[in-house]
């Protein structure tokens, strides 16, 4: 691991199914041992049920409100929580709140990260979300094995 200073707004901004997440710390930056990503997430937002088998994860929530579900129970978090999401644990989150959601994920170890670069779109500087398209879900689903990811997508 090298010291280094990634500047206030740097990253590589990706769209996720609707939320944007902002690469701050690469795996290669660690040696693998974790990378972190700050996530914007609109009303409504969030990640679909999913299963890690290679990562644990942990969030600081910023702003907003998001709830945490994880293995049948909620946990209502709101600016200043810390969520710890062991891997192996069936979870998603939802911002519940009336606007923007904002987060850190921590991944240990690094890996998922490479799954957002492949699954998102490049987002651009004051581009507004969109709602996912079934080619998204399509390509979040067809690349979920390859990173260790199971994904419980609800029917519609």
Known sequence: MET???????????????DRYTIKCHGRETDGAF?????TIPPG?????????REDEAFYLLEGQVDFHADGRTYPAAPGA????????LHHF????PGPARMLIMVMPAGLEDYFLEV???????????APTPQDIEKLIEAAPRYGLELRIPAE
């Open 35 to 39: 990378a972190l990503i700050e996530a």
């Open 120 to 130: 998102g779109r490049e987002a651009r500087e004051g581009e507004a979300e969109r």
């Open 82 to 89: 810390w969520v710890t999401l062991p891997r192996g644990s």
């Open 94 to 97: 939802k911002n519940t709140g």
């Open 45 to 53: 937002g969030g990640s679909p049920p999913h299963i890690h088998s």
């Open 4 to 18: 280094g200073v990634l500047g206030a707004g740097g990253g590589k901004s990706i769209w996720v199914v609707g």
